[in-house]
């Protein structure tokens, strides 16, 4: 495989690898880094990639594999870098225009979801992958992956509700 | 898309029921403008889903670090062997210089013992010379008897 097969098989789920590393790190720089090192963990693999039915799958387990890794030395080395880089960006945020800012109040509540929810909201509501390749990609059994899932949009739903009540009131 | 059709979709849709298509369907209900005032909420949610998919990852892809890796690994395997054989061939010129070194030797020893000998063939020329003078004269001297005896004879003739 040489470096344009192989581009030709990465290209088209990269941003997707994107999405799903900067919902977990939260900060673009911090995804954009864990893109490049896993692009490049598979380009070293390549010989092994044709072994694999579903590539993208498996390209998106080791992405959250890896996202999980990375905030784990992150919590241990008491790094607090990601959440500092997300507040300033929120605050630059609500100066834009409202439609801007209820979508980013969205955005805000994901974050506040535990990881796997994170996860399974991003790989479905985002990237409308079907379930059985959800299964796969986080190694749950369909029925934890329902469950998981409709819990993320209850509570995503519920916040939403609560907080259009507050700014009404 | 009726709203009761849509409320029975919002409903599977939370309870994580749904297909892909029908979410489809949801995605578009709610993206649009006109979107019952008891369901804004669905409005926000589809709307970040939608506008989160457009997110790319904009830098280029570099597969660099693996090729230079490469490149190091083939260097070294390079250098190893040219030292190996620069060093094989400085064994070989060493030999050879050192082959050369024990062969002037040799001549000149050679040469030093074909001097002598030379000197010693002028030596033995010298003394064959001096014996050949004197064979020469001890044939002169052999010859003395005839000499003696023609004399006589000569002597005897006349008396």
New interface residues.
Partial sequence: MNQSDFLKVVLPFKDKVFRLAKRLLVSTEEAEDATQELLFKLWRSKEKLSDYRNVEAFAMTMTKNYCYDRLKSKQASNLTLVHSNYKEKETSLDKKVEHNDTVNKVHELIEKLPEQQKIIIQLRDIEQYDFDEICKMVDMKPTAVRVALSRARKTIRQELIKQHNYGVS | MELANIEKLVDK?????TT?QE??ILQQYFTSNNVAPHL???S??F???K???D???T?T???K??KTKKNWKWLSVAASVALLFSVFIGNEQYKEYQQRKQFAQIKEALQMVSINLNKGNEALYAVSNNISKGSNAVQQLNTLPNTFSKANEILNVNK
Avoid: C, G, R
């Fill in positions: 849709y939370l309870d994580a029921e892909l979410e489809q804004q909420e669905y926000m949610m709307n970040y889903f506008q989160s998919k997110e790319t990852y830098k892809i570099q597969l670090p693996e």
